[in-house]
């Protein structure tokens, strides 16, 4: 499973998300979402989340084991455990998917909410689709 991210159809509303905080955080804050939307001009967004790399380098970075990839959805998992906050998966991200939680001091990035990615249920102009092709 992939995201597939029409950036041209994006309004900027938002609403994925607090929706991906609401589901892995309970809360609704746009700085605790795995999807980020910019505004780089009137108009114009930029959506920064995981592009599912066929390679994923934020893997191959943590030396400690903490980042695994799910199998069946593609989506990467952080073990909080295992993670010492080294950065190195931000470092490594081409697409700067990953980004830290302040206030858990860990690292977030899409797991894919196990294959029913709540940023597409309720992205309501069609920017977000779910790709279950490889």
């Given at each position: 499973m992939k995201l597939k991210i029409s950036e041209k159809k994006c309004t900027g509303?938002?609403?994925?998300?607090?929706?991906?905080?609401?589901?892995?955080?309970?809360?609704?804050?746009?700085?605790?979402?795995?999807?980020k939307i910019l505004t780089i001009e009137e108009c114009i967004q930029k959506i920064t989340v995981c592009r599912g790399c066929k390679?994923?380098?934020?893997?191959?970075?943590?030396?400690?084991?903490?980042?695994?990839?799910?199998?069946?959805?593609?989506?990467?998992?952080?073990?909080?455990?295992?993670?010492q906050a080294c950065l190195a998966c931000l470092d490594a991200c081409p697409f700067k998917a990953v980004k830290m939680d302040c206030t858990k001091n860990i690292p977030m990035v899409c797991d894919l909410c196990d294959g029913n990615p709540q940023c597409v249920q309720n992205c309501f102009s069609g920017a977000l689709s779910l790709n279950n092709g490889k």
């Open positions: 509303c938002q609403l994925c998300q607090l929706a991906c905080s609401a589901t892995k955080n309970l809360c609704y804050g746009i700085h605790r979402s795995r999807i390679r994923c380098l934020c893997v191959e970075a943590c030396h400690y084991g903490a980042f695994t990839r799910n199998k069946h959805t593609g989506g990467v998992h952080i073990e909080g455990e295992n993670c």
